[in-house]
């Protein structure tokens, strides 16, 4: 079954077939079309199987775009706010469909700038309920959108969805979806949804998407920055670095270690004791980043890899596959996040040519979603930490002096200043940047000629090898901080291998 046969309009068609989507999944096959016909639906469908998509292109299909906000999707957390804004982004830019994401942390006025300008708005309960109630917002969506239910009552955001739903026109089409259906949530459905159609997919039928495949377009001297921002944003469990270089491999061990992630190396020169003290320490988990080369990780097995990164693009697609199935091994779910600088978009079309699969445009999450991200993680941790009779002590020797507030002021700086992040707001280039680098791409390599004298215009010395001869042969710009890192040490959240 083909995309087309599902009844989508042309505009978001295109969307789709830019997205690299051939063949729809089970959930988006089923869901579709129920939605273009109106209905409201309940749907249990697992992580991967492609929700965004089911419930994204039949809403968008049959938006006006009139400016107003005609969509409203709730989902648990901030980042998958982000990501499902991405995406819904990625589908709806022919037809003129903007998003707008809505979390707690972030700059009210901002959010609603956004919020006054966009199609559909992507939100967290918390911060949507507060914006309502207090009528800072006032939106009439005729698509509502409960994205991972079960999981945002688990996370006690019951009553915020209810009042939400108080503040939401009747006449409207609700999509619920959820990995299970425990009895809070077909109560829920109960209330919120209008006759709505069932639509169940096991999960023998889940899409092969164990691998997510991200990108992201940062200027060459920016790798460093954006690979430590990546990793404090994504919090991976153990992930592997790949470079393209023994010297890039030492040099990036010594730079993360200075920064106080737990990082070993793995490279071809090494003796083979060496290795094996090194892989053994990466399998343990003394050592949670791993940098190699492509020849030295080869058959490296070690199953419990939540993120691959590629601080270079490798020589060849081969490689690529190589390298990215060190994650999503055993059945877990894996990440693949590739970093380029904007001459090697080409290159990226050409790995997702050969490999036959789709890797996704992703923005570097800036300072202030990194550190929201961060104090979410510090909430929960909190949260979870057993009173023990020394910590009682110390609190009873400090009231001495202190009153209990300011002492709970004074730990909680303590534990907080661990937690900073620092440098640039913004690393890489943004969505749209990305996309006209794309578009000027492809206009250019329909005249064949022109792409090969370019290619060799624009190469630059020493890809990937070494930085001191790029650093003189290139003149650099003024905010280039070189491979100067902006970040504190910080304290690695060791359980930390935050769920998506
Ligand atoms: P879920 O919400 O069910 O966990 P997502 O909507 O996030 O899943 O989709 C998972 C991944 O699969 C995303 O990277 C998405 O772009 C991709 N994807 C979704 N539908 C398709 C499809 N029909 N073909 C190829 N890739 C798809
Ligand atoms: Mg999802």
């Known amino acids: 079954m083909k995309f087309t046969e599902l009844g989508l309009n042309s505009t978001i068609l295109q969307a789709v077939q830019e997205a690299g989507f051939v063949e729809?999944?089970?959930?988006?096959?089923?869901?579709?079309?129920?939605?273009?016909?109106g209905h409201d639906i309940i749907a249990q469908a697992q992580t991967g199987t492609g929700k965004t998509a089911a419930f994204g292109l039949p809403i968008m299909s049959r938006m006006?775009?009139?400016?107003?906000?005609?969509?409203?999707?709730?989902?648990?957390?901030?980042?998958?706010?982000?990501?499902?804004?991405?995406?819904?982004?990625?589908?709806?830019k022919y037809s003129g469909l903007k998003t707008a994401t809505v979390y707690g942390g972030a700059s009210y006025s901002r959010q609603i700038d956004r919020i006054n300008q966009a199609s559909i708005i992507i939100a967290t309960p918390g911060r949507l309920q507060d914006l309502l109630e207090s009528g800072k917002i006032n939106i009439e969506p005729r698509f509502v959108v409960l994205d991972e239910a079960d999981e945002m009552l688990d996370m006690g955001f019951l009553d915020e969805i209810k009042t939400i739903f108080t503040h939401l026109p009747d006449e409207r089409q609700t999509l619920m979806f959820s990995a299970t259906m425990p009895k809070a949530i077909r109560a829920l459905a109960e209330e919120?949804?209008?006759e709505p159609k069932t639509v169940t997919v096991t999960k023998t039928?889940?899409?092969?998407?164990?691998?997510?495949?991200?990108?992201?377009?940062?200027?060459?001297?920016?790798?460093?920055?954006?690979?430590?921002?990546?990793?404090?944003f994504k919090n991976p469990g153990k992930c592997i670095i790949f470079c393209r270089m023994k010297k890039e491999v030492d040099r990036l061990v010594s730079h993360l270690s200075s920064q106080g992630f737990k990082v070993g190396?793995?490279?071809?020169?090494?003796?083979?004791?060496?290795?094996?003290?090194?892989?053994?320490?990466?399998r343990n988990g003394t050592v949670e980043i791993f940098v190699a080369t492509d020849v030295a990780a080869r058959g490296l097995d070690v199953n419990d890899v939540t993120h691959v990164f590629n601080y270079h693009l490798p020589f060849d697609s081969e490689s690529y596959v190589h390298r990215i199935g060190r994650t999503g091994r055993a059945g877990r779910k894996g990440e693949a996040i590739t970093l380029v600088s904007p001459g090697e978009l080409r290159t990226i079309k050409r790995i997702e040519k050969d490999v036959g699969t789709k890797m996704i445009t992703q923005v570097i999450p800036t300072k202030e979603e990194v550190l929201n991200t961060k104090k979410d993680q510090l909430v929960a941790e909190v949260a979870q930490i057993d009173v023990t009779l020394s910590g009682i002590n110390l609190v009873k020797t400090l009231q001495h002096d202190l009153d209990i507030v300011t002492i709970a002021h004074m730990l909680a700086s303590m534990i907080a200043k661990e937690h900073t992040v620092e440098?640039?707001?913004?690393?890489?280039?943004?969505?749209?940047?990305?996309?006209?680098?794309?578009?000027?791409?492809?206009?250019?390599?329909?005249?064949?000629?022109?792409?090969?004298?370019?290619?060799?215009?624009?190469?630059?010395?020493?890809?990937?090898?070494?930085r001191g001869s790029y650093r003189n042969n290139k003149p650099r710009r003024e905010r280039n901080d070189g491979g100067k890192s902006s970040f504190k040490p910080k304290s690695r959240n060791k359980s930390g291998n935050r769920s998506e």
């Open 423 to 466: 440098g640039k707001e913004a690393i890489g280039l943004g969505l749209d940047e990305i996309e006209r680098l794309i578009q000027r791409d492809s206009s250019r390599s329909k005249d064949g000629q022109g792409r090969s004298r370019n290619r060799n215009r624009t190469r630059r010395p020493q890809e990937g090898g070494d």
């Open 24 to 37: 729809p999944s089970p959930i988006q096959r089923e869901a579709i079309p129920l939605v273009l016909e």
């Open 64 to 92: 006006k775009g009139d400016g107003s906000v005609e969509g409203l999707v709730i989902v648990p957390t901030r980042e998958l706010a982000m990501q499902v804004s991405d995406e819904l982004y990625r589908f709806g």
């Open 205 to 232: 039928e889940r899409t092969n998407t164990d691998i997510t495949q991200n990108y992201y377009v940062v200027q060459d001297y920016e790798r460093d920055d954006a690979l430590v921002r990546l990793i404090d």
């Open 265 to 282: 190396g793995l490279h071809g020169d090494m003796e083979q004791k060496q290795r094996e003290i090194a892989i053994r320490a990466f």
């Open 192 to 194: 919120i949804l209008h």
